[in-house]
DNA sequence: ACACAATTTGCAAACGCTTACAATGACTAA
DNA sequence: TTAGTCATTGTAAGCGTTTGCAAATTGTGT
């Protein structure tokens, strides 16, 4: 076919009867060549569609321009968002990005971040719910920076961009409880979960405390994350005689919304709902989700301009970012009590 | 930090006391390592925890086991659903993905996949509305194999997998007419784009025609890809009185319907829809979507099983190959009068 | 015209691996 | 025993760049 054998760095040495050095030097946009030179080189450069060859580049320098993003699902929509913030910056710096979903599985994760270590990636971007010993050893044992985007380690020792899930959720439970209700559901992932147990339901349980609210674990659901388990959690909700639920996943929350709808509840009169991701699904149905607004796509873009910093060995003030997030209100909650 | 300075290939070597050559060939599972020193030579890079060097593998061998994914917009369901497709299988095939954004601008385009070619990437997938000739000439001159994947060339020259748009939209139509709507309207994208000009634009005046219906250009619309420019249109086909719609994009649609609720129509007794693209959204409202079925996991599987082949060298018998549609009756079309 | 400091260049050694090709050794058949 | 085969292993030449260091060139002040 078009097999076209490119023209290397030494072609346009020879072309222009210079030393391999000072073509790199132009391409490298580096120190001190003349200005005549430098021009020459470029217009060699020009003639032989000359591109340098990123591989070998790679290995010379040590420096990939490329950093690996693992992440659960691109078809989620809450980490997808992120994904774009997170591309988006990493072009701005001129990286390119290997994706890798991995299903929430630490084999899986461990065996990408394994890869990407051997693809020699500058730097990794790790998003997912759980973050398994075995896991975190391994991206320990990585050359490489690694942040948490919308994640979170038990220890919180990695970097990490998120917003404040503790207050976010309690503020939510707050709002439900205003409204009178006194059975509000809490609906998350497995308990297993840092995000879950030391920052959803720990907000949740301050939500109530403060309303002087004794904690009901029957109110407690953990559910997968998508529609279909919203419709069959919804099913416990509804045994469980909550009036009201603060919901994870925007997905689930629309299932939820759907099952007590179609079961002669309507929303918001009978049965309020908050989600917490605030993605395109929030909007797209009647009554639109109420839900606490997350800056997804900031998340990613400040994760990985943080990541940007680290390997450039620059300094990075606060490893532990807290984005503000703010509270959108829509159509399955009331208008809050005075 | 933990700079480890990674074991490399010769390190192995001398720790069993062999060459290079023969650590490569048990790392490469080749040919002929006699039983004995294979075991040697796995027991010395398990304990030196070496881990072989894809840059270098990639500068040598001239194959970097890396394949590039162009696509408009991770955050587009359509897209990122037929993403999922292409990164499974290529992980089945041990290829990694490198992303890229382009939002459908030609000039992003380009720009991807000349970066994409300077990679070294084994072969690229790409995905977009449109194949500007620029494009298309930039593709051209990669050396390396492309297939589009839910995307068409003018020419229909490329490597392609797509599902038969024509007879789709024509069934959408059809299915629509028959009861007994006579102002059915098309929503698209801008027909400057190939796949709307001369995919569905086609089909649905094929299925215009078959029920003797004259064609009217004041019941096309050209619209974004998103849930407000649904908003948007809605207006204009309410003004235009067209009673059902075939709609190319889920959010559009979604919007769409809401208008029309939102206006005193019920969908379906007064208004009827059909999507196309079949993703998430289309199941989450009330009603739900009737959609024209794609397989949208296999698109991108099967372009990606078919780049393979071609990064391989082997025979593809179809080049551009139509999976099979088909019709998800939901609850924004009303049962077919028999 | 001369010494000395910049400023520009070139040299050549990595970078870590793959892969022809050559070499070695063991084994087989005659 | 001897040549001929295989199976196994080693040698060394790349792959296309970057980069520290040395060499060459140019410029400056006196």
Chains 1, 2 share one sequence.
Do not use: C, W
Not at 226 to 254: N, W
Not at 299 to 313: E, F, Q, S
């Amino acid at each position: 076919m078009q097999k076209k054998q490119t023209a290397t760095i030494y072609d346009v040495a020879s072309r222009v009867g210079v030393s391999l050095a000072t073509v790199s030097r132009v391409v490298n946009g580096n120190s001190n060549v003349r200005e005549s030179t430098k021009r020459k080189v470029l217009d060699a450069i020009e003639e032989l569609g000359y591109h340098p060859n990123a591989v070998a580049r790679g290995l010379a320098s040590k420096k990939t321009t490329t950093i690996g993003v693992v992440m659960p699902d691109v078809t989620d929509m809450y980490y997808s968002e992120l994904a774009r913030g997170i591309d988006d910056v990493a072009n701005m710096y001129h990286y390119d990005v290997l994706l890798t979903n991995t299903d929430e599985d630490p084999v899986r994760e461990t065996m990408a971040v394994n890869n990407l270590a051997s693809k020699q990636v500058d730097g990794i971007i790790f998003m997912g719910n759980e973050l398994d010993r075995e896991v975190l050893n391994t991206i320990a044992a990585v050359d490489a920076p690694v942040v948490l985007a919308g994640s979170l380690d038990e220890e919180g020792i990695l970097p990490s961009v998120n917003i404040d899930y503790v207050a976010a959720v309690k503020e939510a439970t707050e709002l439900l409880i205003r409204n009178k209700h006194d059975r509000v559901a809490l609906v998350t992932g497995p308990m297993v979960h840092a995000i879950n147990k030391h920052h959803r339901l720990v907000g949740y349980q301050a939500g109530l405390e403060a309303a002087n609210i004794a904690f009901d674990d029957s109110l407690l659901f953990a559910t997968h994350q998508d529609y279909s388990a919203g419709l069959q959690v919804a099913e416990k909700i509804f045994a469980a005689q909550a009036t009201a639920a603060v919901v994870y996943d925007d997905e689930v929350a629309l299932g939820i919304m759907n099952y007590m709808r179609d079961h002669g509840k309507s929303v918001p009169e009978d049965f309020e709902i908050i989600t917490s991701n605030d993605t395109k699904f929030a909007i797209v149905t009647r009554p639109e989700l109420s839900s606490i607004g997350q800056p997804k796509y900031d998340i990613g873009a400040v994760a990985m301009r943080m990541l940007t910093k680290l390997m450039n060995n620059e300094v990075v003030d606060d490893m532990q970012v807290q984005l503000p997030h703010t509270f959108e209100k829509r159509g399955t909650t009331i208008n809050p009590q005075p």
